[in-house]
């Protein structure tokens, strides 16, 4: 529809697209909408409360005329609001949670036997009941990216009947997914894809079944002589193996890579890396780098077309699971060739002896490890990141024990936009 952006630009004095809210139409009109945001085309998304009918169209028509045939000015584009929208996670038919063009969120629920309800953002929202039962809410502006959320009702956290649910916060929670102007390398797009597919194993070390989440890229089950190389990404604490496969985008971001030849065709395992005990305690460290070397690794060997070297390994996680890939992938640089620790750095005091222990081995072992590693890459949600104080403490002692790493920030703190864009500039690095 664009095929020159900057021509467009040039040539369009004034582009208007105005829909109902609750039109069913209203789909296209977005879309097209966030076409010409990515493409940086200046124009006017006018959404107001109405359905498919006349009292839309003549106010759209009121307002679009009055702009017609005079100079323009873009700038001014913003004060034309939007009404609210249910956001993408939102399911079914339901109209809420509504996100507005200033990424305010709109909360409804009918609950006429509640007698106090808020919404939990991380900050908390008193929500007020109306005659009909029905209790509402607007938020204040809500970054971009992926957010989860609880309704509190009667002092009990609980899901919202209205939207999509993501293991996270230890629990199922509600999301939201506030759109990103920059996410277009996550967006579903016309090319190839690749699939995810889950695999049930028997495990060993926990003596139970489990599974893994697996991405197969484009071409896997037709280039049937094709081996691929192997990313093994771990999730964070209070989150399981569906964290990268779903708030991740995991699939979206490797396809949108391989497609622009800018990512190797690689296969992505997503393991559940909470196998019992303190989730920073050095035995479930322990316990799932046997997991994942004696179990994981062995499994996925057997039975999918990989290339079984270091060279062709790489480990990385996020938070916790950035833990996960220091505790097993230093001690393991046979094994992997490449190491991702996303918003993750030993925790001050908690795990001084584990780092001590750690870095006594970097010392013995530091040219072995620079030697093995072809790319250990390190990154921070910036300075408003949980981790980023334990992580520059860490990245000081690497520094004195002349281990080499590469080091990157990406604004957004401890958040999945930020391990997302992770992904995306890891995956490209590896396997080269």
């Keep these: 529809m664009v095929p020159d952006p900057r ?25 097209t909408h966030d076409y010409l945001v990515q493409n940086q085309i200046p124009h006017i998304y006018f959404v107001e409360p109405g359905v498919h009918d006349f009292k839309v169209w003549k106010n759209g028509l009121y307002i679009f005329s009055q702009l017609l ?17 249910p956001v993408s996670t939102t399911v079914g038919s339901n109209k809420y949670p509504q996100i507005l063009p200033d990424h305010r969120v709109i909360f409804s629920l009918q609950a006429p036997q509640a007698k106090n309800v808020q ?13 009909s039962g029905n209790w509402s809410v607007t938020t204040d502006s809500i970054g971009e990216g992926f957010h989860y959320y609880s309704l509190i009702i ?10 999509s649910t993501f293991y996270g916060m230890g629990r199922m929670a509600s999301g939201l997914e506030i759109p990103f102007v920059n996410g277009a390398y996550y967006a579903l797009k016309d090319v190839p894809h690749g699939d995810i597919r889950v695999k049930k194993y028997f495990s060993k070390i926990t003596n139970s079944w489990r599974q893994l989440y697996i991405y197969a890229p484009p071409g896997y089950d037709t280039e049937i002589h094709e081996k691929y190389p192997v990313l093994y990404i771990l999730h964070g604490g209070g989150e399981d193996a569906t964290g990268w496969a779903r708030q991740g985008k995991t699939d979206l971001i490797l396809d949108n890579l391989i497609a622009d030849h800018k990512a190797k065709p690689m296969i ?20 799932f780098e046997s997991e994942l070397k004696d179990v994981i690794i062995p499994f996925v060997e057997e039975n999918y077309r990989t290339k079984n070297n270091a060279a062709n390994r790489a480990l990385a996680g996020l938070s916790m699971g950035g833990m996960h890939t220091l505790y097993t992938g230093i001690k393991n640089t046979n094994m992997f060739s490449y190491l991702g620790v996303f918003s993750s750095g030993w925790v001050v005091p908690v795990q001084n002896t584990i780092a001590d222990e750690q870095y006594f081995f ?31 403490v860490m990245l000081a002692k690497l520094k004195d024990l002349k281990v080499k790493y590469t080091y990157h920030e990406y604004p957004g703190g401890h958040t999945w936009p930020v391990w997302r864009n992770n992904l995306y500039e890891f995956a490209p690095l590896l396997f080269l």
């Design 7 to 31: 021509k467009t630009r040039e040539m369009l004095k004034l582009l208007f697209i105005s829909c109902g809210a609750s039109d069913n139409l209203l789909i296209y009109s977005k879309r």
């Design 69 to 85: 045939f005079k100079p323009v000015d873009t700038s001014a584009f913003s004060k034309y609001t939007v009404a609210g929208m």
């Design 119 to 131: 919404v939990d953002l991380g900050k908390k929202y008193d929500m007020k009941k109306d005659e």
């Design 154 to 163: 009667d002092g009990v956290a609980v899901a919202d009947p209205s939207s």
């Design 268 to 287: 992505v395992v997503m393991p559940d890396a909470n196998t019992g005990g303190a989730a920073f305690g050095e035995s479930a460290l322990k316990f």
């Design 362 to 392: 970097m010392k013995k072992n530091a040219d072995k490890i620079n030697t093995d590693l072809k790319e250990f890459w390190i990154s921070m949600g910036g300075k408003e990141d949980i981790a980023y104080n334990n992580c520059q």
